[in-house]
Each structure stands twice: as C-alpha cells, then as structure tokens.
C-alpha cells in the first residue's frame, strides 16, 4: 500500500486544485525553489536587454527552458482554464463557498432514495459474499473448499455486472433506470439459482456468475457513478463541496445494510435456505421500488429527448 501511494502521490497542492501554504503570507515562497530561480532569471532578462543579450549568448540551451509567468511555468500549469481559475482563487484565499450541511445534502434529489436503495442492495450483495460458500456446501456434494472456490464466481460475475451498469449508464444518462432493471432481473434469478444450481456444477457456475451480474451491478453503479453525480447536482449551484458529505451518506447507508443481511441470514437458515432467499429477494423488491420514481422520470426524459431528435432530423 505504501509503494502504491508513492506512485500516486501528488507534488504540489496546487496541482489538484488545493491551496498550497502560505508562509509568511507571501505567495512567492509557495513556488518551488527551481521554479523561482528561472523566474528571477526571466525577470533579470525583461529588465536588463543587455545583460539578457550577454546572458542568451553563453546559455545557448536557454531557450529550451520553460516560460514562467507569475511564478508557475507553463509545464507546471493546468490544462483547463478553469482549474488555472480556481487555482488562482485558492491561492489568493479567496473561498466563495461553503461545505453542504448534512442536511442540505439529504435534500438534494436523489440523495435519499439512491441511499436506502443502497441499503438493500448491499445487503443482498454482503449476504452472498457470507453466507455463499456455506450454502453451497449445504445444498450440493461438494467439500467446504471446493465450495469457497466455487463461490468466488459470485464476484466475479460482479465484475461483469459494474462494468455493464457503467457502460450503460454512460451512454444513456439513466442510472436510475439501469439500476432497476438488474435489480428486477435480479429477483427471478435468484429464485432460479435457488431451485435449479443444485444439481448440475455447470449449471450452478453460469447462475451464480448471472446472479453476481445482477446483484452486483446496481450496487457499483450506486457507490461510484451515481455518488459523483449527486455530489455535483445541479441544484448545488456549481458548488461542488458537497461530494464528500453525498459520498459518505449514500456509502455510509449501505453499510449498515451489509451489516444487517449477514445477521438475518444467520438467524434465518436455521429454519430453511430458501427463506433466506425469500428474504433476498424481498430486498430487491424494496430495492427497486425505491427508484421508481427516478426511474420513470428517466424514462421520461429520454423519451422526450428521442422525439427531438426526430423532429430535427425530419425538419
């Protein structure tokens, strides 16, 4: 871990957009010793034509040396003109916006259903993750190991899952949506897993791969794509201090969901596995029917951005 933070560890505050310190109250200090000396150089040639004729003529590689402006060369600088603002802003001590309240993020659309959705999404996800191996022991001949190895492809079809949630999601802007339609795929899959993967090792490997797809999806798409969406929203009015708070709230009640699945599904298969199942499912009823709502005004959208596209097309 710490030699991959070594490989990501950023140089400068400034380089991702946070105020670099400010001894002395003197923002020159903050650039790097070898960017302040080729700005002296750059500022001793601007006011001296002489000496800076004298100098080019001994240094003849002078000219591969980067241009510095107000203490930052241009190799140093961001791309995007907006970031080159923003770090402008924060270097001055200028902060025009506050962090979002708790509150304020709960009111956000979107915040609170993608949240309690979440909820139930990872407690049918964490379930699998417990409680798999010892099911698959239980309802089939194989050993406990062979088992827990069998048990991975739950991930791995997760995987899968993620990566088509995201996709999907991309290229048509309804993460809502996506999310219900794995999660009411989901629900009949699993009874079929239930009822038919006992029997056939192939058969159990294909449905517990399908099973992770359609369980796992939603719940990477919630704590991801969806998270940096929300904590950008439109309705904060460009501030964007409030991605930490939406990420916390929304991650934070889906954990305590993948604290509650394990419990019942211990307290639970004492009686029968298929009422543990029943109880999984029941959760991704839950689950969709949070974003309903979402979803049909996604749907809504979509349809209506598709008929002007027809009508500039036939106009």
């Known amino acids: 871990m710490g030699f991959l933070t070594f490989l990501f560890l950023i140089v400068y505050p400034s380089d991702v957009g946070c ?40 240094s003849p590689n002078e000219d591969d040396e980067p241009l510095v402006y107000d203490g930052i060369s ?27 309240s708790f509150t304020k993020a709960l009111k956000i659309p979107g915040v609170l259903e993608f949240s309690m959705c979440l909820f139930f999404a990872k407690l049918v996800s964490y379930t699998f993750l417990y409680w798999l191996p010892k099911y698959i022991n239980h309802s089939t001949s194989l050993s406990a190991s ?47 897993y239930q009822e038919f993967a006992n029997n056939v090792l192939y058969v159990n490997i294909l449905l517990l791969m399908a099973v992770g797809l359609l369980v796992n999806g939603p719940y990477a798409l919630i704590t991801t794509a969806v998270s940096a969406e929300l904590g950008t929203h439109k309705s904060l009015k460009g501030n964007s201090k409030a991605l930490a708070t939406v990420t916390s709230i929304i991650d934070g009640t889906g954990s305590l969901g993948a604290a509650v699945g394990p419990l019942l599904a211990g307290m639970i298969s004492g009686t029968n596995w298929s009422n543990v199942f029943y109880m999984l499912m029941i959760a991704d009823v839950l689950a969709m029917l949070l974003l309903i709502r979402l979803s049909k005004r996604e749907v809504h959208r979509l349809i209506r951005q598709r008929r002007d596209k027809c009508h500039h097309q036939t106009a």
């Open 74 to 100: 241009d190799e140093e600088r961001p791309i995007l003109k907006d970031q080159t603002g923003i770090n402008t802003h924060r270097q001055k001590g200028i902060d025009e916006t506050k962090a979002v």
């Open 146 to 192: 062979d088992a827990a190895n069998l048990s991975t492809l739950f991930d791995v079809g997760g995987i899968v899952g993620g990566i088509i949630a995201g996709v999907i999601s991309d290229r048509t802007g309804a993460s809502a949506s996506t999310c219900t339609v794995m999660l009411l795929f989901a629900i009949p899959m699993m009874f079929v």
């Open 19 to 58: 105020t670099s310190p400010d001894h002395n109250n003197k923002e020159f200090l903050c650039v790097p010793p070898m960017i302040r000396r080729r700005y002296q150089v750059v500022k001793t040639h601007k006011s001296d034509p002489d000496n800076s004729a004298t100098e080019s003529d001994a």
